[in-house]
C-alpha cells in the first residue's frame, strides 16, 4: 500500500531526523569537542596506547577548560585498520578530528585528498625543530607539505630465546653472520627442542603490512649491497620488478615453511598469529626465533595480560644479517606512525592543539617508553632517562645506523599486497618461487599502471 501524503511528509520528517541524528556524530558535532581515533590492540589485555591517551586526554582539558576528547578507536588488525579508516575519512559526517597513520600508508591518504596539510601549524610550532629529518620526510607528500606529526619509529631484528637455544646446544650470545647461519639454527632447534616452533617468519595477505615489512623486506633489502632500494628505482621513479634477490628472499620463506622450521601454515596465515607469538609462544619458551620489532616488550608490561619481568633475562638480540654477510654486515627496517587531521575534520585547530598535547617533550618521553618506541625527538633521545629506560632500547636505537625505510609512494599499498600474495603462494605451496615472482611482476605492473623496471 503507497503512503499518503500526511504519511509521506512524517516518514520525510523522521529520516531527516535521524539524519541529523548521524550527522550530530560527526567530527563536527561540536566545536567544543575533537574525536579522535586509533588502532586499538585486538587483545583487551594490551592496552598501552589506550592508556597513554587517557593521560594526555586529562592533560588536555585541563588546559583547555571547556574542551573535551572523545577517542574513537578501532579494533582491528592492520589490514582491515587502513580500510575502515580510509571508510571513515571520506566524509564530513564520519570523519574524526585526528587520526592515527601508519608511515607506509599516509601518502596514498595525501593523494586520495584525506588529509589535510599541517604546515601552517607547523610553523607556529618551536617544538618542530626536535623531529629528525628522516621522521619529517616519512610524513611527507609529494608536494612537499608535510601531513602528519611522527611520534615515534621502530626497527627490527631476530628476538631468540635462550632457553630454547640451551636445549639445542646453541650459544646464547648468538649473532648469525648470514642466513644460513639462521637457517642452520633453526633446523638444530627442530631437531633437538621437539614441541617449539624453530623460527617464525610473517607471512601471507592475513598478517598484512607485517609480512611485507617485518618478515619480506627484512630479507630482500639484505640482498644487495645496501646501497640502492631494491622496491623503487628513485632516478627512474619506476618500480622495480623481481630480480635475484626478490627471489632469494622468496626463496627463504618457501624454505621455512617447506622444512617445517616455521608455525604451521594455518597458524602462520591466522590474521591474529602475532597475538599468540606475543603473548603466548614468547613468554611460554615455544618459539626459538622470532623476526619481529623493537615494541614487543610493551606487550610484556604490568597489566598488559601477558605480563613477563624477566623477558630480558630470557630473550636475546640479534641483527638481522645481509644474505651471505656482504656488507654492511646486518639489515632493519624502519616505519612508524604519525598523528594527521583530516581533511574533513570539523575542528582541525583544536585537534593541532591536542597534538602539541601529546608531543610536549615529557609526554613524548612517557610514550616512547611506554610502547618501547625509538624517539624521533632529539631532546628526548638525548635524555639518559629515556636511554636507559629498558633493556633492548640501546640495541634498537643503535640499528638506526643500517636501516631502510619503505618506498612510501601512493601505489605502496599495492605493492605492499603483491608481495603478500607472493609469500602466501610460497608458504601454501601452491606456487614455485618463480611462479611467485612472475605472478608478482604482472601484479605490480597493474597496480602502478606500467611503470616498472627490470633490475
Not at 250 to 266: A, M, N, Q
Not at 371 to 381: H, M, P, Y
Given at each position: ?47 598501552v ?42 566524509s ?7 587520526v ?12 586520495s ?115 640502492s ?30 622444512e ?39 606487550e ?58 601529546l ?15 625509538i ?44 608481495i ?6 610460497v ?17 605490480l ?11
Amino acid at each position: 500500500m503507497r503512503p499518503t501524503a500526511a504519511l509521506s511528509a512524517l516518514l520525510t520528517a523522521a529520516l531527516a531526523a535521524a539524519t541529523l541524528t548521524a550527522c550530530g556524530n560527526g567530527s563536527g558535532s561540536s566545536p567544543n569537542t575533537i574525536k579522535v581515533s586509533y588502532k586499538q590492540s585486538t587483545d583487551n589485555s594490551v592496552k598501552v596506547m589506550d592508556t597513554y591517551l587517557a593521560g594526555i586526554k586529562k592533560d588536555f582539558e585541563k588546559k583547555y577548560p571547556g574542551k573535551k576528547v572523545e577517542f574513537v578507536p578501532i579494533k582491528a588488525p592492520d589490514a582491515d585498520y587502513y580500510t575502515k579508516l580510509q571508510q571513515m575519512l571520506r566524509s564530513p559526517r564520519t570523519a574524526p578530528d585526528l587520526v592515527y597513520e601508519d608511515t607506509f600508508l599516509i601518502n596514498s591518504d595525501i593523494t586520495s585528498g584525506y588529509l589535510k596539510p599541517l604546515d601552517p601549524y607547523l610553523a607556529k610550532w618551536p617544538d618542530w625543530s626536535q623531529f629528525i629529518d628522516t621522521a619529517k620526510a616519512a610524513a611527507k607528500g609529494q608536494d612537499g607539505k608535510t601531513y602528519g606529526v611522527p611520534d615515534g619509529t621502530d626497527t627490527r631484528g631476530l628476538w631468540f630465546d635462550k632457553r630454547v637455544f640451551r636445549k639445542a646446544g646453541l650459544p646464547e650470545n648468538w649473532q648469525p653472520k648470514n642466513w644460513a647461519d639462521v637457517l642452520a639454527a633453526a633446523r638444530t632447534i627442530k631437531q633437538k627442542v621437539p614441541g617449539v616452533t624453530p623460527i617464525n617468519v610473517y607471512t601471507g595477505k592475513p598478517a598484512g603490512e607485517r609480512s611485507t615489512m617485518q618478515g619480506f623486506e627484512m630479507l630482500l633489502y639484505g640482498t644487495g649491497d645496501g646501497t640502492s632500494d631494491p622496491l623503487y628505482d628513485s632516478t627512474t621513479k619506476k618500480w622495480i620488478t623481481a630480480g635475484q634477490g626478490f627471489r632469494d628472499s622468496l626463496r627463504f620463506v618457501e624454505t621455512v615453511y617447506k622444512e617445517k622450521l616455521g608455525p604451521d601454515v594455518s597458524d602462520a596465515l591466522d590474521p591474529n598469529y602475532a597475538t599468540t607469538v606475543n603473548g603466548e609462544l614468547l613468554p611460554q619458551g615455544k618459539l626459538g626465533i622470532d623476526l619481529d620489532g623493537s615494541w614487543l616488550p610493551q606487550e610484556w608490561l604490568p597489566g598488559s595480560g601477558h605480563e613477563w619481568p624477566d623477558w630480558s633475562k630470557q630473550l636475546g638480540l640479534a641483527a638481522m644479517p645481509t644474505e651471505a654477510g656482504q656488507a654492511p654486515g646486518k639489515v632493519s627496517m624502519s616505519g612508524g606512525w604519525t598523528w594527521a587531521i583530516p581533511a574533513k575534520a570539523g575542528n582541525p585547530d583544536l585537534a593541532f592543539d591536542f597534538v602539541k598535547t601529546l608531543q610536549t617533550e615529557a609526554n613524548a618521553r612517557k610514550w616512547y617508553i611506554a610502547n618501547s618506541g625509538i624517539s624521533v625527538r632529539k631532546d628526548v633521545a638525548a635524555d639518559p632517562a629515556y636511554a636507559t629506560a629498558q633493556p633492548g632500547i640501546k640495541f634498537f636505537t643503535d640499528l638506526v645506523s643500517s636501516t631502510h625505510y619503505r618506498p612510501a609512494y601512493p601505489a605502496y599499498p599495492k605493492v605492499s599486497t603483491a608481495i603478500q600474495e607472493a609469500m602466501e603462494s610460497v608458504t601454501t605451496g601452491d606456487q614455485s618461487v618463480e611462479k611467485a615472482a612472475s605472478g608478482y611482476d604482472d601484479t605490480l605492473k597493474d597496480v602502478t599502471g606500467g611503470q616498472v623496471v627490470g633490475k
